[in-house]
Nanobody, 125 residues
């Protein structure tokens, strides 16, 4: 059974940083992509960033470009999202997702096969 577990969320002041991690188990991901999504209260889930397991190429939403960095560790089968210069509008539940046949340019949640349970990120002004 494939499981994704996020960690690292919390409360931070605007301008601060957080690092989210996503641990996977039940399958070795050597192809496809790992993505991060977020969902604010009352809003739809939106794409944040993605990384290719094989090439390491990345893709970001315009709203986080230059502030967030996605990375992966193939040996540990984990992915991370370093979030800097956080803004109140970054407040949301953040989810990691894995897509077996997904490429980094795919931004729809339906493109991903496995999901974590989410971790809350709250940025105070």
């Amino acid at each position: 059974q494939v499981q994704l577990v996020e960690s690292g969320g919390g409360l931070v002041q605007a301008g601060g940083s957080l690092r989210l991690s996503c641990a996977t188990s039940g399958r070795t991901f050597s192809s496809g992509a790992m993505g991060w999504f977020r969902q604010a209260l009352g809003k739809e889930r939106e794409f944040v960033a993605a990384i290719s397991w094989s090439s390491g190429s990345t893709y970001y939403a315009d709203s986080v470009k230059g502030r967030f960095t996605i990375s992966r560790d193939n040996a540990k089968n984990t992915a991370s999202l370093q979030m800097n210069s956080l803004k109140p509008e970054d407040t949301a539940v953040y989810y990691c997702a894995a897509g077996i046949w997904t490429t980094v340019g795919h931004t729809r949640p339906s493109s991903y096969d496995y999901w974590g349970q989410g971790t809350q990120v709250t940025v105070s002004s």
